[in-house]
Nanobody, 117 residues
Framework: QVQFVESGGGLVQAGGSLRLSCAASGLSVSSNSIGWYRQTPGKQREQVAGIMFIGGSTSYAASVKGRFTISRDNAKNTVYLQMNSLKPEDTAVYYC??????????WGKGTLVTVSS
């Protein structure tokens, strides 16, 4: 069974930084493309970053490009999201899952990021 456990969220002031972690089980992050998603109330979940399993190429939503960095540690089977220059509009629950084609039954509980102005 594929599972993702997100952690590292919290309350931060605008301009601050956080690093989120995504621990995967049931699959290898080195063999799968993994994405970070976020969701706010009343809005659809959106992918904000992805890392390809081949070569580790990364992609970002326009809203976070230049501020967020996705990376992975194959030995720990964990994917990270470094978030810098945070803005109030980054406030959301953040999740990880398979990039671009997430598995419906593998969503974790997410981790809440709150950015105060």
């Amino acid at each position: 069974q594929v599972q993702f456990v997100e952690s590292g969220g919290g309350l931060v002031q605008a301009g601050g930084s956080l690093r989120l972690s995504c621990a995967a089980s049931g699959l290898s992050v080195s063999s799968n493309s993994i994405g970070w998603y976020r969701q706010t109330p009343g809005k659809q979940r959106e992918q904000v970053a992805g890392i390809m399993f081949i070569g580790g190429s990364t992609s970002y939503a326009a809203s976070v490009k230049g501020r967020f960095t996705i990376s992975r540690d194959n030995a720990k089977n964990t994917v990270y999201l470094q978030m810098n220059s945070l803005k109030p509009e980054d406030t959301a629950v953040y999740y990880c899952n398979i990039a671009w084609t997430p598995r419906v039954n593998s969503w974790g509980k997410g981790t809440l990021v709150t950015v105060s102005s």
